[in-house]
């Protein structure tokens, strides 16, 4: 920090990573005394950098939400993990933030140092997500709205549109939001239903926010719960499965929301719901350890299909 300038720019970094920053400790780390400080601080105010003095025995200093945003100042680690942050923000179904990615990469790289850009222009150029699922569109208002909600505790009014492409309207307490399978979904209570639901954002076709308040359970898991309630929908088949292996095993080899596990003294029973038995067949084949197929019959017919499939698969050596 030899120049005057470099020293400005190195105090809107500091106001940057803090709430707020009494002066005294401000001018220690920049080197100069208070009313140098001072001066710092209206040269950033001209410059439009929103910078608010906060009263006090000391004083201190803090960045105001403005009409726009303050030159960032990124470290090359902190450019890193923006740049990677963009990746996944193109590719995760938000419709009205592509352009805002790709324009925001742009303006990164053109302040990179120039190693620094290579590196990143190969992350985005080469790294794919594996994404099994088709990615629903959707705008970024509802996850907005609905994040706003959960946070500030607010019920809200939906209007949403089921599968089947009746309309409805209810209220509903957001406890949280999650991701999954190519699609965003809120999680909470519905007092339509009087009991916790799960809703597709790219459903919804209206948010109101109420002046009504509640109060979320203590550490609600939105992912697990989604993952849970997925696995345990209606369908076809009721599948029930001892897998005779510990709870640790069974859940780094299969998946939450392949169904509800329970462990017993010696294995695990794994209680699920399925359309595609030959599927369910497929994920129990790939296990290392031994099961038992307690419910359906047909899931065993399943199993036995795909051994044999596996079986007409496998060459004869020739002598």
């Known amino acids: ?141 509802s996850l907005l709205e609905m994040s706003s909600a959960a946070q500030e505790r607010c019920r809200v009014r939906l209007r949403y549109q089921a599968a089947n492409q009746d309309v409805s309207e209810r209220e509903f307490d957001c406890y949280g939001l999650a991701w999954r399978s190519g699609r965003w979904y809120a999680v909470g209570h519905c007092h339509l239903r009087g009991n916790l639901r799960s809703f597709r954002l790219d459903r919804i076709e209206s948010v109101t926010p109420l002046t009504v308040s509640f109060l979320a359970p203590f550490d609600f898991d939105a992912v697990r719960h989604l993952a849970l309630g997925l696995a345990t929908l209606p369908r076809t088949h009721a599948i029930v499965v001892r897998l005779k292996t510990s709870l640790a095993t069974a859940q780094t080899e299969l998946f939450d929301a392949i169904g509800l596990f329970r462990p017993l003294e010696d294995a695990v029973m794994l209680y699920s719901q399925a359309d595609d038995l030959p599927w369910f067949a497929r994920q129990l084949a790939r296990v290392s350890f031994d099961f038992e197929v307690l419910e359906p019959p047909e899931l065993q017919d399943a199993i036995k299909a795909c051994a044999q499939r596996l079986l007409g698969q496998v060459t004869p050596r020739v002598a």
């Open 1 to 141: 920090m030899s120049t005057p300038t470099n020293r400005v720019l190195a105090l809107l970094e500091l106001l940057q990573n803090a709430d707020e920053l009494p002066g005294a400790a401000l001018a220690h780390q920049l080197g100069v005394d208070s009313r140098t400080l001072r001066r710092y601080i209206v040269k950033l105010q001209d410059m439009g950098v929103p910078v608010q003095s906060v009263r006090g025995r000391y004083g201190a200093y803090r960045l105001m939400p403005g009409c726009k945003l303050p030159p960032l100042m990124l470290t090359d680690k902190e450019a890193v993990a923006v740049s990677v942050g963009l990746l996944f923000a193109r590719q995760l179904g938000l419709a009205d933030t592509v352009d805002g990615a790709h324009s925001d990469q742009a303006k990164l790289e053109r302040v990179m140092p120039p190693a620094l850009r290579g590196k990143l222009r190969a992350v985005s150029g080469v790294v794919q997500l594996e994404l099994s699922q088709p990615v629903a569109s959707m705008h970024s208002e």
